[in-house]
């Protein structure tokens, strides 16, 4: 099978942008795109010595965990100090970071390698209050305590609600559920979320938790 074409930055920036309104997502998205775009690029650069899966084109990238996180950066309340939980080289925090200059954010993931990709990356950007924390949560001892928790990928929404709750003392949490990957219902959880919004043409909800 011919391999599709990929789409260009610039083709990239004006379909990201018109999804985002059409949602009613009101992020200025010119304001953060140097950066958004060069974070991107150095991760797809680094994507597979970090043992990540790339998304398999530019428009992949733009229009899956992207989306997603600034789907979620609109959701959050201003100037709070949040962990992502599970955050492997940045999804969604360091996206959301990058949206939402005013949060503290701390990049919580196991794997040291992609918590050095992110010190770099946030190191050439130039990021104030964006800081990645190696720790095997659940495994290792974690001192870090937050009032909000967010995530994307962590397993499943029941393993995030644990550790917002036992780990991080944590009173809030969004969680980006991508329900074609983590199966399961959530009259089943230990603990229900307050509330869901679907993400408009992705087949993810954002459960919102308050612990
Ligand atoms: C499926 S990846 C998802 C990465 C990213 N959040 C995304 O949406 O693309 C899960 C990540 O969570 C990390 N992880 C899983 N369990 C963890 C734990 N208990 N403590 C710290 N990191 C964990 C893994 O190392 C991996 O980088």
């Known amino acids: 099978m011919r391999k599709q074409p990929d789409i260009s930055w610039e083709e990239g920036f004006v379909w990201l942008k018109d999804r985002l309104e059409k949602h009613n997502i009101s992020l200025e998205l010119k304001s953060f795109w140097p950066e958004l775009k060069a974070y991107l690029i150095a991760f797809a650069r680094e994507a597979e010595a970090l043992n990540l899966t790339a998304a398999k084109s530019r428009f992949d990238l733009l229009a899956g965990p992207v989306y997603e996180a600034l789907f979620l950066a609109k959701q959050l309340p201003p100037n709070i100090t949040c962990a992502d939980l599970g955050?492997?080289?940045?999804?969604?925090?360091?996206?959301?970071k990058i949206a939402r200059p005013d949060l503290k954010i701390y990049l919580v993931?196991?794997?040291?390698?992609?918590?050095?990709?992110?010190?770099?990356?946030?190191?050439?950007?130039?990021?104030k209050e964006a800081f990645p924390y190696l720790c095997h949560l659940g495994f290792k001892d974690c001192s870090l305590k937050v009032p909000f928790t967010i995530a994307r990928g962590y397993g499943n929404p029941a393993k995030f609600a644990?550790?917002?709750?036992?780990?991080?003392?944590?009173?809030?949490?969004?969680?980006?559920w991508r329900k074609d990957?983590?199966?399961?219902?959530?009259?089943?959880?230990?603990?229900?979320?307050?509330?869901?919004?679907?993400?408009?043409?992705?087949l993810v909800d954002l459960l919102v938790f308050y612990f």
């Open 87 to 96: 955050t492997g080289a940045g999804f969604p925090g360091l996206i959301v």
């Open 162 to 176: 644990k550790h917002s709750r036992e780990i991080f003392k944590a009173t809030q949490g969004y969680y980006l």
């Open 109 to 127: 993931e196991g794997y040291a390698p992609r918590v050095h990709f992110m010190e770099k990356v946030i190191k050439n950007l130039g990021l």
């Open 181 to 202: 990957v983590e199966k399961g219902s959530l009259e089943k959880l230990p603990l229900r979320p307050v509330y869901s919004l679907p993400v408009p043409e992705r």
